[in-house]
Nanobody
Framework: QVQLVESGGGLVQPGGSLRLSCAVS????????MAWYRQAPGKQRMLVAT???????NYADSVKGRFTIYRDNAKNTVYLQMNDLKPDDTAVYYC?????????WGQGTQVTVSS
C-alpha cells in the first residue's frame, strides 16, 4: 500500500517561492515516474509537472520556467520548487505516480498566493 505525504505549502505573496515535498512509502520509488498535480477551488485536478525515473522532466505551460520538479531516490521523496508564484497558482497540490493508474491520493498541501 503506497502512502503519499505532501508538505511545504502555505501562504505566500505574489512573486514569492515555496518548496513542496512528497514522501513516498510502500513502493519501489526509484522506478516510477512521479508527478505533481494541483486542484484549484471549483476546478478539476490538473497535471503540473512530471519527472521520470531517469530524471527527465516535463511541465505544464502555465508553470514552465517558474517551477522545478526533482527527486531524491535515496529519500523516496519528490520535490516541487515553485518560484515567482502567482495568484493563479493557488490550489491544493498533490503528488502521485505520473504513469499508469494513480495510487491512493494523499491529503495534499495547500498553497495560497495572495497579497
Amino acid at each position: 500500500q503506497v502512502q503519499l505525504v505532501e508538505s511545504g505549502g502555505g501562504l505566500v505573496q505574489p512573486g514569492g517561492s515555496l518548496r513542496l515535498s512528497c514522501a513516498v512509502s510502500g513502493s519501489i520509488f526509484s522506478i516510477y515516474r512521479m508527478a505533481w498535480y494541483r486542484q484549484a477551488p471549483g476546478k478539476q485536478r490538473m497535471l503540473v509537472a512530471t519527472i521520470s525515473s531517469a530524471g527527465t522532466t516535463n511541465y505544464a505551460d502555465s508553470v514552465k520556467g517558474r517551477f522545478t520538479i526533482y527527486r531524491d531516490n535515496a529519500k523516496n521523496t519528490v520535490y516541487l520548487q515553485m518560484n515567482d508564484l502567482k495568484p493563479d497558482d493557488t490550489a491544493v497540490y498533490y503528488c502521485n505516480t505520473g504513469s499508469g493508474s494513480p495510487w491512493n491520493w494523499g491529503q495534499g498541501t495547500q498553497v495560497t498566493v495572495s497579497s
